[in-house]
């Protein structure tokens, strides 16, 4: 029976070669652990850095949003704080703004959305919205952040803009304030110019009434009901004054001052002051009726050249200089209870439309004699 054959004895070079092949696996496996645990490392680092970017993100007072190009929720970081529509944002991913958002505000981001991808500029949004029964306001920044993506930035400044309100209103009253104090067009000049404002107007029509026997009236009352007698009346002139668009200058006492023709000029200025003038008369006989004050007035008036303007830095006030103030005022205090004393100047500008009675030449004080009239009435009248 024949013998089985041996098998081959491996010589030294194979087991050689085998055990290279061992080592050489082994140094392969350990390398392949090495960049797995580096690349785990990389992967925790970067997981990491981006929980601490959200949580960076997240304490700053915005909702920052990721939409692709057709409005479709992507992405949320919500600020801790700001309150918008659904308390968990996460249940709007992958949801349209349109499903979310009252249509008009979804079309508004949408239109963000077209012209920021579009443009490359940020966008910017203001709005008021109404969430959770509170109404609030909201600004969004929509920038670009890919060829298909916008991220929206949204910040809730409710409270910037009841700033802002409350900063309009109190600039509204500071405006309505120095516009009783001064006419419209020098109250920007002097916003513009704190030193002294003052124009030559080459033709105006200047008027002054003041209270017969306010003095010994006065006597007889209060301080409290002369102060208020005296704010209805010339509350009375007030709306006069606004009616025929004339600029009430001052009043000093019992005395009111008006002019016609300046700050801003005005052709029939002489006219309009004569029609005030009758108005007045007739306005203060009826308040000494409902008032039962036996309340009388005197009016003088005059046309001439004046200058206008403001002066010094504190308690501004638009007044009045030149001969032709001097002289309406003699008118007014060389005149007759409930009478109104024209100067010639002033009865050549009104002497067609009005009925006028010659007083004839009177003493004025610096002037010497003048011709005055007495305007009664309207020639229609």
Known sequence: MPLPESSPCPSDSDASEVQNLRQRVAELEAELSQMRSSHQQVDDALRANQLKMRSLLQAIPDLIIVLDSQGIYADFIEAKGIDLLIPDTKCRLG??????????????????????????????????????????????????CGEDEVVFIVRNVTERKHMETALALEREKSEKLLLNVLPKVIAEQLKQNQGAIAKQFDEATILFADIVGFTQLSSTLSATKVVNLLNQLFSRFDVLADRYELEKIKTIGDAYMIVGGLPLKQTR???????????????????????????????????GPVVAGVIGMKKFIYDLWGDAVNVAS???????????????????????????????????????????????GGKES
Do not use: W
């Open 330 to 376: 003699r008118m007014e205090s060389s005149g007759i209870a409930n009478s109104i004393q024209v100067t010639e100047a002033t009865y050549q500008k009104i002497r067609h439309e009005f009925h006028c009675v010659p007083r004839g030449s009177i003493e004025v004080k610096g002037k010497g004699l003048m011709p005055t009239y007495f305007l009664v």
């Open 269 to 303: 200025h002489a006219e309009a002051i004569a029609h005030i003038a009758l108005d007045m008369l007739r306005e203060t006989k009826q308040f000494a009726l409902e008032s039962e004050s036996p309340i009388q007035i005197r009016i003088g008036i005059n046309t």
């Open 95 to 144: 949801k349209s703004i349109f499903e979310v958002l009252p249509s008009e505000l979804a079309q508004r981001y949408m239109d963000a959305i077209r012209a920021a991808l579009a443009s490359g500029d940020i966008q910017v949004l203001e709005y008021e919205l109404e969430i959770h029964n509170k109404s609030g306001f909201y600004e969004a920044r929509v920038a670009a």
